[in-house]
């Protein structure tokens, strides 16, 4: 019996693993059809995330993200001049984007407290 159940979880995983590999193939062939300049605000828009992402798990003290002055300016830029931003903004939710740049200020939590 726990071979049969092995055997639909190993074939459960198998399709799932398929069906993110279509995703995958979908998104590689949909890039063809998008203008160079959005796939580069794409590309620019992961990048800072990334970093911010490698710097907590350096720091690995940091309970949540730090963003910094540089990048929430990109993120403003980003929402100003790329129509699909709120979509790449994984790390920080459209409305904290948004509030900076109604503020007009980009500096970080800490050096308005301190």
Not at 11 to 22: K, R, T, V
Not at 71 to 81: C, E, H, I, N, T
């Amino acid at each position: 019996m726990n071979t049969i159940i092995d055997l639909f979880l190993n074939l459960w995983n198998l399709l799932a693993c398929i069906g993110e590999l279509l995703g995958y193939l979908l998104r590689f062939v949909s890039t063809f059809f998008q203008t160079r300049a959005s796939l580069a605000a794409r590309l620019v828009a992961a990048e800072s995330q990334l970093g911010i992402c490698k710097r907590r798990t350096e720091q690995r003290g940091s309970p949540r993200f730090r963003f910094t002055a540089g990048f929430r300016l990109l993120w403003v830029v980003l929402s100003k001049f790329w129509a699909p931003w709120q979509a790449a903004a994984q790390l920080m939710q459209p409305a904290t984007v948004k509030r900076t740049a109604a503020r007009g200020n980009c500096r970080s939590i800490d050096e308005r407290i301190g």
